[in-house]
């Protein structure tokens, strides 16, 4: 079994950023704030089109300052993530998914 580390960088500009193509399970979620967090609005979304527009769906929201979330377990067969916080806030987010 393998293990993939997604790692997004978001500056104080940067509100969203899409994740490359993922296989497996998400199974773990880090937050790690640097600036501007004060209890940030945190949202994953998984989708499943790489033309995607808004057929996604919101699997992980996280009102709080840095956290790990061991509780998530969602499946992904090629789907992209795509997390959003909100303006002024800069951070990394590391999101670690199983393959088989």
């Known amino acids: 079994m393998s293990v993939d580390r997604i790692r997004f960088d978001f500056d104080t500009g940067t509100t969203s950023l899409v994740s490359v193509p993922v296989f497996g399970r998400v199974r773990q979620v880090r937050w790690a704030a640097d600036v501007g967090d004060t209890g940030v609005n945190l949202s994953l979304t998984l989708l499943p089109d790489e033309n995607d527009t808004g057929i996604g769906w919101e699997f992980l929201t996280q009102q709080a300052q840095s956290f790990v979330d061991t509780g998530v377990n969602v499946l992904a067969a090629g789907d992209r993530i795509r997390a959003d916080v ?15």
Do not use: C, D, E, H
């Open 86 to 100: 909100p303006a002024g806030v800069s951070g990394k987010l590391y999101v670690w998914a199983l393959g088989g």
